[in-house]
Nanobody, 127 residues
């Protein structure tokens, strides 16, 4: 059984930083593209960042490019999202997810490509 568990969310002032973690059991991130999505109240779930299974590529939404960094610790089977220069519009529930297809070439930005999801961690950025 695959389980993804996110942690690291919280309340932070604008301009601050947070590090989100996503720990996996039952599946190794080494073979699957992994992504972070977020969903604010009343909005659809949106793509934030993704990392290829072999760590040779990353992808970011324009809204977070230059501020957020996705990375992976293989031995710990954990994916991170370092968020800097946070803005109030970054406020949302953040979810990590792994793709359905093993070792797919490029990470997808579509939620439909992701088979397993964590429960989410809440990030609130105050102005």
């Amino acid at each position: 059984q695959v389980q993804l568990v996110e942690s690291g969310g919280g309340l932070v002032q604008a301009g601050g930083s947070l590090r989100l973690s996503c720990a996996a059991s039952g599946r190794t991130f080494s073979n699957y593209n992994t992504a972070w999505f977020r969903q604010a109240p009343g909005n659809e779930r949106e793509f934030v960042a993704a990392i290829k299974w072999n760590c040779l590529a990353t992808d970011y939404a324009n809204s977070v490019k230059g501020r957020f960094t996705i990375s992976k610790d293989g031995p710990k089977n954990t994916v991170f999202l370092d968020m800097n220069s946070l803005k109030p519009e970054d406020t949302a529930d953040y979810y990590c997810a792994t793709e359905t297809t093993r070792q797919r070439n490029n990470p997808s930005r579509s939620p439909g490509a992701y088979a397993y999801w964590g429960q989410g961690t809440q990030v609130t950025v105050s102005s």
